[in-house]
């Protein structure tokens, strides 16, 4: 068997408390410092603000610089208020030199309603880099001056719009946008049945279910399934789901700052309306979930006053018609409905400083790459990262990473990562302790796990 070393980055929380909510640090105004990983002396990126102090009306610009850019790897800024809540996740586009900015506004939605030190953490890959700015934020009385339509559509709840002096707020009934109008013409408009008065509108939910979920998957395979509504609702507030094993231990979730049952509904970036909605499962990142242990699971969605379970299994790879399992350390195992050959490379501790190739079925695999520099924990936990560079016999390169959680922080479970490459296709998972490369078979497995 061929011999591959590698280097293996153990991650730790390092105090990016950020990554989990402030109930569970407590911290409510008192919240840990945000440490920074340790520097390199060429960082692979860079983030800047404009400013270091901003009010009511600023403009933010966010810029900085990406260095050794790979090929389709997006750059991600996430924005954290003084309590440490995620307020913006954006994709931002990187110029072909390197450098990327973004402009926002303080007066975008709810977003800047507090005062205090913002912090900034721009993502790219596995690397990121961290900024700070100051916020006097006077947002309430902003919004409070606009005109009703603006302010629901910008965050504010229809029952919580301000008037004007000499004006009453009505609900119109057609689709819960708000208006002021003359007291005695809104009097008129509520007996009409045009309007309604101003009590809360509270969301509401009259059917959830749960479709696309096979009774079987094998270890490693995405799990995708669709969550199917009803009601009064609005695409910005999306279903609590969640998946429990055997023993009702919650091993993945979707979001961990759902709303909760209690939430009035407000404009927010989408109108709330009557209809039927559809939710494609998948975490904060876009992942679709990724088990990698046998056993008998149940997803668990939550919306509303309504409530949806579907229980389903994770199977060891089909050993059939040749192909063997991923227990062993060579062999062809199927994902979905194809066949791959995997190896299991044997591990050392100096891959990192000398990068070693492996030729496997017309793949070369290089661990680890260079400018590899680690990365982020997931979900505020520790874990190991497992990178490697796969070249294609046409001369393409692809970069393939996945992470795999420490057991004790019920991370998620590492996925299987593939190529956009497909013929071959080459790919990296994890089993069992042991990193798997993988490289597809022209055989199609018809059974389709």
């Known amino acids: 068997m061929k011999t591959l070393h ?12 950020f990554f989990v909510s402030e109930d569970a640090y407590g911290c409510l105004g008192n919240c ?47 924005i954290y208020d003084p309590m440490r809540q995620l307020q913006f996740d954006k994709n931002v586009s990187v110029s072909s030199d390197g450098n990327y900015n973004w402009t926002l506004s303080t007066v975008d939605f709810w977003s800047f309603n507090a005062s205090g030190n913002y912090t900034v953490l721009a ?44 004006f009453s707020l009505i609900i119109r009934k057609e689709n819960f946008a708000p208006a002021c109008t003359h007291p005695i013409t809104a009097t008129k408009l509520i007996l009409s049945g045009w309007a309604l008065g101003t009590p809360p509108i509270q969301r509401f939910i ?62 927010g970036p989408h109108l709330p309306s009557h209809g039927n909605f559809t939710y494609h499962v998948r975490d904060h990142n876009g992942h679709l979930p990724i088990i990698n242990e046998t056993g008998t699971y149940t997803m668990i969605v939550s919306l509303a006053n309504k409530t949806a379970s579907t229980e389903f299994k994770v199977v060891k790879p089909t050993v059939s018609n040749g192909i063997s399992s991923l227990e062993n350390d060579v062999g062809t195992v199927t994902f979905g409905n194809r066949v791959y050959y995997f190896e299991t490379p044997n591990y050392t501790h100096d ?11 017309d793949v070369i695999y290089t661990l680890f790459p260079s400018g590899f520099r680690g990365g982020l924990p997931v979900n505020g936990c520790g874990g190991q990262y497992y990178w490697t560079d796969a070249k294609f016999s046409d001369g393409t390169s692809e970069l393939l990473h996945i992470f795999v959680g420490f057991p004790k922080c019920a991370a998620p479970q590492p996925p299987t990562y593939f190529s956009t490459h497909t013929n071959p296709q080459a790919g990296l998972t994890f089993y069992d302790g042991k990193m798997k490369l993988l490289v597809s078979t022209n055989t199609i497995n018809s059974s389709g796990n």
């Not at 590698?6 to 408390?17: E, K, M, N, R």
Request: with cysteine; aromatic share 14%; charged share 10%.
């Open 6 to 17: 590698y280097f293996l980055i153990t991650v730790s929380l390092i105090g990016i408390s």
């Open 32 to 78: 840990p410092p945000i440490i920074p990983p340790p520097h390199y002396a060429s960082p692979p990126i860079t983030v800047r603000t404009n400013l270091e102090n901003y009010s009511t009306g600023d403009n933010i610009i966010i810029a900085g610089h990406v260095f050794n850019q790979t090929k389709d790897t997006p750059l991600m800024i996430k």
């Open 123 to 166: 993502q790219y890959g596995q690397v990121y880099a961290i900024t700070h700015f100051n916020l006097n934020s006077t947002l309430t009385q902003y919004l409070y001056a606009q005109s009703p339509l603006w302010q629901f559509r910008n965050g504010m709840s229809a029952q919580d719009v301000h008037c004007h002096a000499g």
């Open 206 to 267: 009259s059917s959830v279910d749960i479709s696309g979920l096979q009774q079987n998957y094998t270890v490693g395979q995405p799990i995708d399934a669709t969550v199917n509504y009803a009601g009064y609702w609005s695409v910005a507030w999306e279903p609590d789901v969640k998946i429990f094993d055997a023993n009702d231990t919650q091993i993945w979730f979707n979001c961990p700052n759902c709303v909760t049952n209690d939430t009035i509904l407000g404009g």
């Open 351 to 361: 891959a990192y400083f000398n990068p070693v190739q492996i030729s496997f079925h």
